[in-house]
């Protein structure tokens, strides 16, 4: 039986870094939820970040208070102010430079600098996990 070539290791080592990246994008992205009151504070609805209404709080007495055209408007402002705050959210959670994970073009030319046949397949941990 013959031994996979390194490079195929390596690439079969992206594929699955990869999928693991991809994941946990989707796993902090899922995390996001935004709960923004309206501008009476009676009405607050729980959002996604995909913009999808998941809860929809209203205070004692809120549909008595507001007329039909009113209660639509205090909830459309807590849901419009709610979406935008789960962008916000988002923009923070995806861009945090904390939680960028290592370049796999740099692992890859750490990997290719080495010599030797039987150096390991590349790590493609953060920078201070390969050390």
């Known amino acids: 039986m013959r031994d996979i070539h390194p490079d195929v290791r390596a690439a079969l080592g992206m594929t699955r870094e990869l999928r693991h990246r991809i994941a946990e994008v989707r796993e902090r992205a899922e995390e996001i939820v935004a709960r923004r009151p309206s501008p009476s504070g009676l009405v607050i609805p729980e959002l996604d ?12 007495g809120t549909c008595a208070r507001f007329g039909n055209q009113e209660l639509a408007a205090e909830i459309m402002a807590a849901i419009t102010e709610s979406t935008q705050d789960a962008r916000r959210q988002y923009g923070i959670a995806m861009n945090d430079t ?5 370049p ?12 030797g046949p039987d150096q390991p397949v590349p790590n493609f941990g953060k920078a201070e996990q390969s050390t």
């Open 98 to 102: 904390d939680m960028l994970p290592r």
């Open 104 to 115: 796999m073009s740099e692992v890859m030319r750490e990997w290719r600098a080495g010599s």
């Open 49 to 60: 970040v995909m913009g999808r209404l998941r809860d929809l709080y209203l205070a004692p």
